[in-house]
């Protein structure tokens, strides 16, 4: 009973985590397949939205405030980065783009260590969700672990209807697909690009806030995400949202299972099932080609 | 307060103005290998502090010798760490290495320490090679091996007649020596460790351990966490549900530092550490009162260690007259010698680790009380330490 | 020599090439001519190797190498040029020319000799044919437009192959600099089986011993030049248009 | 990338005598120094295999740095008292096995994916010692250097270290100079230019590639085991994606259009973070700038010519 209960609730973890992992990866497969861009930081955007949201809720005491605060800064801070940086990176060679970017991770680091400091915080549960939920077994799950499960599917919806059912959003899955197709569709590029890039940003930003109270802030946390996040990309397949999603969940799953059952293969048991996807589809699952 | 140059240099009295031209009157330079930036640098920094007290107390001699000090900040980066170790010695000359906190950097430190016959204390890192297979007559502990409170914890949990227990840690050397000392304490009173959950370091993700504590019908969880991950897992296992069901203790190190953020979560949870908070003894109290007027912040046990760790080099450096290169003389003196630490007096072992007494503390309204002590004169078994 | 039959080519929902099947012998040139669109460059890459056909087969001295790779093909002795200039701008001619000869010649460990006499003499050879040699020390990116054309060409033949496929060579030439390469054609088809594909009708039924005119993916019509000229079905669907 | 000339390789040459003769004027921790930046140099250099050689940007780079580190260890051969002429090979071999492995599932990738796939696989084989047991673990070990044919004593280890290091390199830089003169570097030369094209013309793009990512991978082998030799300690860290982005700053600082640029950014980054270091405790500060202004100020390297 009692493993089964386990077995429960380490898939209930693993979706969770996987969720939080779509949030990332959805906003990184997008920037790559819409503007082209490797974006080495896209992990520090995340670690930013956790010390956001640390901020945030150690000052005025509430996380939920945290919560929209990630969401706008993320918009305004990927609008900027991009008009004032990655725009001009479009057109540069991959070995430019990862470094300007890994250089961006660098002072990122430093950024937060000269305005905050270098330690771990923790970021406590709202109240209202600081409680636990029995499962079967005499194991109970945390509320808001939960809260953060309903809230990542609640984004996932809202992604699915914004790229599938508005204007912008069937040019952006175009130009992410076809790059080349956003100028026969008559769309300004230099908008679409702006708005993904803010997008991304933002749900990146979004994922570290959730993330705050679950594992704490502390420096270089973006690291496991961006690495993590990178074999999302690559397994579902270039520019895919349902693709990302899909393996997003995958590795969540398996990287939480595998944490559990055998510990010490769980990091080379998620590179392998990459390696297999590669032998078998180089594209990814989810890519139409 | 971090000084803007990493080179920060600081004179212990105006003896340190004395011509190098006089060998026995050139100051003895000490560099403070530690992280000063990064995760650790709290830690780092009380270190280095306490050090300096010491230094201060001593009127800024060793031995009769002025001091010297020059920081380096490791940046907790074993892949570094060989060149700043060289940066020290070669750069700095220094005479004598402290450091550091990070069990991998601490490699490079003790591998110095022997090919190049400098003495090093160690303030803080606990992997047991150092004061086991990898001993050496230059190399000296102030703080503890990772077996250490672990033991005491063990015997401590047996002798309250728990029969069954589980051990959660970062799969990382610490981790598994700990996780050693549990079980070899756990079985001094007839108790069994029958099970060690690990995760890889330094991830925070308990959940899939969480998952499945309640299945292994033990009777305590005992745990090997510090930083971040402690203040993690002590509020995560409260958030599962497990603190009334399963008692979690541990290594001192889980709620060493951390109990404000921990909040309620760690009301209660007992612990084994060389130090904890009222600890009565006279110099503890002296100690805390001349740190806190010199930092304005409240020692902790990472500044005992610095503390002590300048005492042994006092110690050391008066049986050989400020003479740090006579490394044989040196050892003798601290081995002879019984340190007058704030955790109560101890000395040191064949192997260089103190052979001191392990506390059992219990947390209570953000002090990690002393309640009794879990193992009293704690030797590490100091196995396959050969001194040349 | 070289033998399609039934290629087909599908774009999604596009048939790019349907049914379409020919010869290539020694000593023949082949045109295919038709309007844009028609399908004659999806044929060349089907017949390279850039793309594998739908269905279909392809046979080169009667081995089948419909699924093999482009490099492959042309190690078995097909070389090709392309519509647009596709050369390595910043390296001399000779340089480019030489990197088509070495592709043939050695592999695995071989690769490690500098194998400098062997391969700058097949390029030297090339760059003589297509009458290069003197701009052998100069840049590619450098070349005018006419120039690069007849660098194409060398670096195919450089290779050495049996069968050439020269999508377009005469492309963006005026007619004095086309003369030239309209009458190296020619000699090429001696010794070589020639696919090519032109737009200007004057060279095509000049130089050409065999014409398929392809619209829409299809073959409308096959013959020699004189049959063509009297096909009332290609003078509707095509020249009709041209003219 | 052009070949360095003759003016050149006398330049280098003149380099190498000065560092040769550090001995007679340098103090052990200077020389220490120049063997940092020897074996920072045989690491770029290397990459600059796959980068001005191929095109390719790889970020599992440092993964086969770290397994010819770790090779020395892995293999405990010192403690079987054999030299050098076992454990380099060996580590040659170890690196080369895996970059051929780890090659043959990323070059199926193109772009991106190329960099997405070579991240992943480097961070495997970090977490392959980072989290198991295999190589003593995460805070890394200390190892015994293998023999080298001189006894090394406390005296003479700079000095030793100092020349095998500068001997090292300068034999991979030759060797790489050959190589690229041979019809197999050409044909690199040729893919790096026009991928398409080479592959009309029969070349073997996808196999020259992986040969390419296999050689790269050996060499920065033979980089990794002359770190062990040289600092006797290895840790996880040495095989992190950071390291790998570190090398692609100094093969971009130096140049990708020269031969020799990788040495000329490798001896420029150690002498920036020396001097960093001395200034600063935010290291991150000086990298990030240096990256900064070698990406948008010095876009032709060092060395200068950028080769398209």
Not at chain 2, 57 to 82: C, I, M, Q, W, Y
Not at chain 2, 337 to 347: M, N, V
């Amino acid at each position: 009973m009692t493993a089964l209960a386990g077995l429960l609730a380490q898939i209930l973890n693993g979706i969770q985590y996987g969720l939080l992992l779509f949030l990332i990866s959805s906003g990184l497969t997008l920037i790559f397949g819409v503007m082209g861009v490797i974006n080495l930081a896209h992990g520090s955007l995340f670690m930013i939205g956790a010390y956001l949201a640390y901020v945030i809720a150690s000052v005025t005491g509430s996380l939920w405030l945290a919560l929209p605060a990630a969401i706008l800064g993320g918009v305004l801070f990927g609008a900027l980065l991009e008009r004032g940086l990655f725009r001009r990176f479009r057109a540069r060679e991959h070995l430019d783009q990862v470094l300007l970017t890994f250089a961006l991770i660098l002072l990122f680091e430093e950024a937060r260590a000269a305005l905050l400091d270098n330690q771990f915080h923790s970021v406590p549960v709202p109240a209202i969700l600081d409680f636990s939920v029995p499962v079967i077994g005499g194991f109970a799950y945390s509320a808001y672990r939960l809260a953060v499960l309903v809230i990542c599917l609640g984004v996932a919806g809202l992604m699915v209807l914004f790229v599938e059912r508005t204007k912008i959003g069937s040019a952006i899955r175009a130009a992410a697909e076809k790059p080349e197709m956003v100028d026969l569709l008559g769309i300004d590029a230099g908008r679409i690009h702006t708005l993904v890039f803010a997008a991304g940003t933002a749900l990146a930003m979004l994922a570290g806030a959730l993330a705050a109270p679950l594992q704490s802030v502390y420096p270089g946390m973006g690291d496991g995400f961006l690495i993590l996040s990178f074999i999302v990309v690559v397994i579902g397949g270039l520019g895919s949202i349902a693709g990302a999603f899909w393996s997003a969940l995958l590795i969540g799953l398996i990287d939480t299972l595998g944490k559990a059952y055998v510990p010490q293969a769980a990091g080379i048991a998620v590179c392998a099932l990459m390696a297999v996807v590669l032998l078998w589809r180089p594209t990814g699952l989810f890519s139409r080609a | 307060m971090r000084p803007l140059s990493r080179r920060f240099m600081l004179a212990g009295s105006a003896a340190a103005l004395a011509t190098p031209a006089i060998a026995q009157g050139a100051p003895l330079k000490v560099g403070l290998m530690l992280p000063f930036s990064g995760t650790f640098a709290a830690l780092g920094e009380n270190i280095a502090a306490a050090f300096e007290l010491c230094l201060q107390e001593n009127g800024g001699k060793f031995g009769g010798r002025a001091v010297t000090l020059v920081r380096l900040d490791d940046e907790s980066d074993p892949a570094k760490a060989p060149a700043n170790v060289n940066r020290l010695l070669g750069r700095d000359n220094v005479d004598a290495l402290v450091g550091t906190v990070h069990s991998g950097v601490v490699m490079a430190l003790v591998q110095a320490a022997r090919e190049k016959e400098v003495p090093l204390f160690i303030p803080n890192a606990g992997n047991v090679a150092a004061t086991r297979d990898l001993c050496s007559p230059s190399v000296f502990r102030s703080s503890f091996s990772n077996w250490q409170p672990a033991y005491g914890m063990g015997k401590a949990l047996a002798a309250r007649g728990v029969k069954k227990a589980a051990w959660v840690t970062w799969d990382y050397a610490a981790g598994r020596e700990s996780a050693e000392g549990f079980r070899d304490g756990l079985k001094s009173g007839g108790a069994e460790l029958t099970q060690i959950l690990t995760l890889p370091f330094p991830e925070t993700n308990f959940q899939p351990i969480l998952a499945q504590l309640p299945g292994l019908g033990v009777d305590a969880v005992g745990s090997f966490f510090a930083g971040g991950g402690a203040i993690q897992f002590v509020k995560d296992y409260a958030a599962a549900g497990l603190r009334d069901k399963l008692p979690l203790c541990g290594s001192g190190f889980l709620t060493e530092g951390v109990l404000k953020p921990q909040g309620a979560a760690a009301e209660g949870i007992q612990t084994a550490l060389h130090y904890g908070d009222g600890l009565d003894n006279p110099k503890n109290k002296s100690f805390r009162e001349a740190f806190q007027k010199m930092t304005n912040r409240s020692a902790d046990v990472y500044a005992v260690q610095g503390y002590d760790a300048g005492q042994m080099l006092a110690v050391g450096l008066a049986g050989t007259k400020g003479d740090a290169t006579a490394i044989k003389a040196l050892g003798a003196a601290i081995r002879a010698a019984r340190i007058d630490s704030p955790r109560g007096a101890f000395t040191l072992s064949a192997s260089h680790n103190p052979i001191q007494t392990i506390w059992l503390r219990e947390a209570r309204n953000g002090e990690n009380r002393v309640i009794g002590a879990a193992a009293e004169a704690l030797a590490d078994p100091g196995t396959g330490c050969k001194m040349a | 020599m070289m033998r399609a039959e039934g290629l087909t080519r599908r774009f999604g929902g596009l048939l790019a090439v349907r049914d379409v099947s020919l010869d290539l012998r020694v000593g023949v040139l082949h045109a295919v001519i038709g309007p844009n669109g028609a399908g004659k460059s999806t044929l060349v890459n089907l017949l390279s190797g850039e793309l594998r056909p739908t269905e279909g087969s392809i046979h080169l001295n009667g081995a089948d190498v419909t699924d093999w790779p482009n490099w492959r093909r042309a190690r078995a002795g097909i070389g090709r040029t392309f519509q647009r200039t596709n050369v390595m701008p910043a390296m001399t001619v000779l340089e480019n020319t030489r990197l088509g000869a070495q592709a043939q010649g050695a592999s695995g460990l071989g690769l490690l000799s500098a194998g400098r006499t062997t391969t700058e003499a097949a390029a030297r050879a090339a760059l003589d044919r297509v009458g290069l040699s003197r701009a052998a020390a100069t840049v590619a990116g450098n070349l005018s437009h006419g120039e690069q054309r007849q660098l194409e060409i060398a670096m195919a033949l450089a290779g050495q192959p049996t069968v050439l496929l020269l999508d377009e060579p005469l492309a963006g030439m005026g007619a004095e600099e086309s003369a030239p390469i309209a009458a190296l054609l020619r000699v090429l088809a001696g010794d070589h089986a020639v696919l090519l594909i032109e737009h200007d009708m004057d060279v095509v039924f000049a130089v050409a011993d065999v014409l398929t005119v392809m619209v829409d993916g299809r073959v409308l019509e096959a013959g020699t030049p004189a049959e063509i000229r009297a096909s009332a079905a290609v003078r509707d669907a095509y020249l009709g248009h041209e003219a | 990338m052009t070949l360095t000339g003759a003016r050149g390789n006398l330049m280098l040459a003149l380099g190498a005598l000065a560092v040769a003769s550090m001995p007679l004027w340098a103090t052990p921790y200077h020389m220490q120094l120049a063997s940092t930046a020897l074996i920072a140099a045989m690491f770029a250099l290397s990459l600059q295999v796959l980068v001005g050689g191929v095109g390719l940007v790889s970020l599992a780079h440092a993964g086969f740095y770290g397994l010819g580190a770790y090779s020395v260890y892995l293999l405990g051969l010192p403690k079987l008292g054999l030299s050098v002429a076992v454990t380099l090979p060996a580590a040659i071999l170890l690196s080369g096995g895996a970059a051929l492995a780890i090659g043959a599932l990323a070059l199926r990738t193109k772009g991106f994916f190329f960099l997405m796939a070579t991240l992943a696989f480097g961070q495997m084989l970090f977490f392959l010692f980072h989290d198991t047991p295999l190589g003593g673990g995460a805070d890394g070990v200390f190892i015994q250097r293998p023999p080298i044919g001189i006894t090394l004593s406390r005296g003479n280890r700079p000095t030793v270290l100092l020349l095998v290091n500068l001997g090292t390199l300068t034999a991979m830089y030759a060797a790489l100079w050959w190589l690229m003169r041979t019809l197999f570097g050409r044909a690199l030369l040729g893919i790096k230019a026009n991928e398409h094209r080479m592959a009309a013309m029969g070349h073997d793009v996808q196999g020259l590639k992986l040969a390419a990512f296999t050689v790269a991978g050996a060499l920065a082998g033979v980089a990794g085991h002359m770190a062990a030799l040289t600092d006797a300690f290895v840790s996880p860290e040495l095989l992190g994606w950071h390291r790998s982005a570190e090398a692609l700053l100094m093969v971009l600082l130096g140049g990708i259009g020269a031969l020799h640029g990788p040495i000329l950014g490798a001896f420029a980054l150690t002498l920036v973070q020396e001097a960093g270091q001395m200034l600063t405790e935010r290291q991150r500060l000086v990298e990030g700038g240096v990256i900064l202004a070698a990406v948008l100020l010095l876009r032709h390297g060092l060395a200068g010519g950028r080769g398209r």
